[in-house]
């Protein structure tokens, strides 16, 4: 059974800093891209960054460019994405994605149950 259990959300200030991690578990994680999404009460979900799988190259959203940043830890099977200087228009339950990209997992898509960023004073 495959699970992604996302972690790490808290409240912080205003430009602070937090890390969520996406534990995978019942995949190998190296074989599928990773993408983190959020979603604010009353918007709709959007992308926040990617990285591809195998190593390949990362992107963010010009929105999160240079303040965010998407990792993964082959060995712990987990992905990451770091995020400093906060605003309060960060705040959101933020989504990890698993994206099969090899001919073997193509067809698989997987979500974690999103773990809640706060951030206020």
């Known amino acids: 059974q495959v699970q992604l259990v996302e972690s790490g959300g808290n409240l912080v200030q205003p430009g602070g800093s937090l890390r969520l991690s996406c534990e995978a578990s019942?995949?190998?994680?190296?074989?599928?891209?990773i993408a983190w999404h959020r979603q604010a009460p009353g918007k709709e979900r959007e992308l926040v960054a990617a990285?591809?799988?195998?190593?390949?190259?990362?992107n963010d959203a010009n929105f999160v460019k240079g303040r965010f940043t998407i990792s993964r830890d082959n060995v712990k099977n987990t992905g990451y994405l770091q995020m400093n200087r906060l605003q309060p228009e960060d705040a959101a339950v933020y989504y990890c994605?698993?994206?099969?990209?090899?001919?073997?997992?193509?067809?698989?898509?997987?979500w974690g149950q999103g773990t809640q960023l706060t951030v206020s004073s």
């Open positions: 994605n698993a994206i099969g990209t090899q001919s073997s997992n193509s067809r698989e898509n997987y």
């Open positions: 019942g995949l190998t994680l190296w074989n599928y891209a």
């Open positions: 990285i591809a799988s195998r190593g390949g190259s990362a």
